[in-house]
Structures are given as C-alpha cells and as structure tokens.
C-alpha cells in the first residue's frame, strides 16, 4: 500500500512475491494512481487475507475501489 503525494489516499498495488523479493505493478488497482506517486509505503508484500485486516484497521483512507478488490469473488 502506497499513500499518494498530493491527497494523502492509500492505494494497493498488486505484486509478485518470491522468497527473496516482492516487486509491484506501476499502477495502483484502481488505476489512479502510480508508484512515482507515492509520498511513501504503509506496507508491502502481504497476502490478500493480511491486506484486508490492515486496510480494516486503516479504514476509510484506503481507496474505496483498491480495497474492494480484495473482496471480489471473480469467477
């Protein structure tokens, strides 16, 4: 999760984990924002179920749209 310079939002970004190392795509889930963006990281490299209790906790700073992807159920 990334806080944007200019509205101080939280946006989740999707990653590929390894044992090593954890990379993000360049854009958030949502598409409003981009990593250049970032004022500075609240978390990196969790899995879905972490993600959902930590953005739980944060609450209503976290984009609506990134979080709710969280919860989608696509099939």
């Known amino acids: 999760m990334k ?6 939002e939280l ?5 590929k984990m390894t044992e090593k190392s954890c990379t993000s ?3 958030s889930i949502c598409k409003m924002m ?3 963006e970032s004022e500075k990281n ?3 490299c ?10 739980a ?4 700073d976290v984009c609506g749209v990134c979080v709710s992807n969280l919860y ?4």
């Open 3 to 8: 806080k944007k310079n200019d509205t101080g």
């Open 11 to 15: 946006h989740l970004f999707k990653g």
């Open 25 to 27: 795509e360049k854009t």
């Open 34 to 36: 981009d990593k250049a």
């Open 42 to 44: 609240i978390f990196t």
């Open 46 to 55: 969790k899995d879905e179920d972490t993600a959902r209790e930590k953005c």
């Open 57 to 60: 906790e944060i609450g209503r």
């Open 72 to 75: 989608a159920s696509y099939k």
